[in-house]
Nanobody, 120 residues
Framework: QVHLVESGGGLAQPGGSLRLSCVTS????????VGWYRQAPGKQRERVAV???????THDGSVRGRFTASRDNSKATAYLQMKNLKPDDTAVYYC??????????????WGQGTQVTVSS
């Protein structure tokens, strides 16, 4: 059974930083892409970054240069380093081990998410 646990969220001031973690089990982690997604209140879930099995990444334009996805295959864990946070980054953040080593689609398995709130 696939299990994902996101952590590391919290309250940050504009311009601040947070590092999210996603610990996985039961998924084919090392050979599949991992996506980071977020959902703000009243909005649909959106993808913010994807890291492929070889470590290459793609980041959505709204976070490019501020967020960095990484992974540790030996720990089946993915990370999202977030810097220069903005109020618009406020959302629940989720990770997802994709069905393949591709930018899309995500799998059907989602964790509970971790809340990120950016406010002064």
């Amino acid at each position: 059974q696939v299990h994902l646990v996101e952590s590391g969220g919290g309250l940050a001031q504009p311009g601040g930083s947070l590092r999210l973690s996603c610990v996985t089990s039961g998924a084919v982690f090392s050979t599949n892409a991992v996506g980071w997604y977020r959902q703000a209140p009243g909005k649909q879930r959106e993808r913010v970054a994807v890291i492929f099995s070889d470590g290459l990444t793609t980041h959505d334009g709204s976070v490019r240069g501020r967020f960095t996805a990484s992974r540790d295959n030996s720990k089946a864990t993915a990370y999202l380093q977030m810097k220069n946070l903005k109020p618009d980054d406020t959302a629940v953040y989720y990770c997802n081990v994709h069905e393949g080593d591709t930018v899309f689609p995500p799998s059907d398995y989602w964790g509970q998410g971790t809340q990120v709130t950016v406010s002064s």
